[in-house]
């Protein structure tokens, strides 16, 4: 039997802090893992695709900062692609015994698992890259989420895994949108659509001498 060496320990604390940050907390995604769809080989549940994020807290904001530092694990489940048939329910209490093996082929295809609109994973991106992310970016977790930084509101698990979780639908940009002009050139006076009228065509000397009359001094 090959022998199986000893490594040494990694630094650090592994842990999974519990929190509560009902505040919102300025966070910071300090690794990943991709985790591709699979049955349990136990009992036979669908585990779904999902990417799982180590995130630190850089600052708790509260005046004590007794949480700035720590760190915890949470989880970003993917959405099967809607195209193939699944149901949601069927998906979220699936057993390998209830699909037949073209399914089980489908549902093991990490290809075919998505982000979900209204998802945890788009909210973050949404927070991150805006409304239209999904049109500006091809998303990887390595290129577009590692040591990329947000606020988002922070509970405690409940149940046997210790640990805390960001709240869905409470991811916000440190930085804010920046505000899109409305309505193009309506509400611009006629001297503001002159002006850029003269700045986009190349006029002729005799042109800019009449223009110079047409607006006020």
């Given at each position: 039997?090959?022998?199986?060496?000893?490594s040494p320990?990694?630094?650090?604390?592994?842990?999974?802090?519990?929190?509560?940050?009902?505040?919102?907390?300025?966070?910071?995604?300090?690794?990943?893992?991709?985790?591709p769809?699979r049955?349990?080989?136990?009992?036979?549940?669908?585990?779904?695709?999902?990417?799982?994020?180590?995130?630190?807290?850089?600052?708790?904001?509260?005046e004590?900062?007794?949480a700035?530092g720590?760190?915890?694990?949470d989880?970003?489940?993917?959405k099967?692609?809607?195209?193939?048939?699944?149901?949601?329910?069927?998906?979220?209490?699936?057993?390998?015994?209830?699909?037949?093996?073209?399914?089980?082929?489908?549902?093991?295809?990490?290809?075919?698992?998505?982000?979900?609109?209204?998802?945890?994973?788009?909210n973050?991106?949404?927070?991150?890259?805006?409304?239209?992310?999904?049109?500006?970016?091809?998303?990887?977790?390595?290129?577009?989420?590692?040591?990329?930084?947000?606020?988002?509101?922070?509970?405690p698990?409940?149940?046997k895994?210790?640990?805390?979780?960001?709240?869905?639908d409470?991811?916000?940009?440190?930085?804010?949108?920046k505000?899109?002009?409305?309505?193009?050139?309506?509400?611009?006076?006629?001297?503001?659509?002159?002006?850029?009228?003269?700045?986009?065509?190349?006029?002729?000397?005799?042109?800019?001498?009449?223009?110079?009359?047409?607006?006020?001094?």
């Open positions: 039997m090959k022998k199986i060496r000893k320990a990694r630094d650090g604390n592994f842990d999974s802090a519990v929190l509560s940050l009902p505040q919102g907390a300025h966070l910071r995604i300090k690794s990943y893992k991709l985790f769809p049955f349990n080989d136990e009992d036979g549940d669908l585990w779904v695709a999902r990417i799982k994020v180590r995130l630190e807290v850089v600052d708790d904001r509260t004590e900062g007794a700035d720590l760190e915890f694990d989880t970003f489940d993917l099967i692609d809607p195209d193939l048939g699944f149901e949601p329910e069927d998906i979220n209490s699936g057993n390998i015994r209830d699909f037949d093996e073209e399914e089980q082929a489908l549902l093991l295809d990490e290809d075919n698992w998505t982000i979900g609109g209204n998802s945890k994973v788009d973050l991106n949404i927070a991150l890259y805006g409304q239209d992310w999904d049109t500006r970016i091809d998303f990887h977790p390595e290129a577009h989420w590692l040591d990329k930084e947000f606020i988002a509101k922070v509970k698990r409940t149940g895994r210790a640990g805390s979780y960001c709240s869905w409470s991811f916000v940009s440190l930085e804010p949108p505000k899109k002009r409305k309505g193009g050139s309506k509400g611009k006076s006629k001297v503001q659509k002159a002006q850029e009228e003269a700045q986009q065509v190349e006029l002729s000397p005799e042109d800019e001498q009449l223009m110079d009359e047409a607006l006020p001094s």
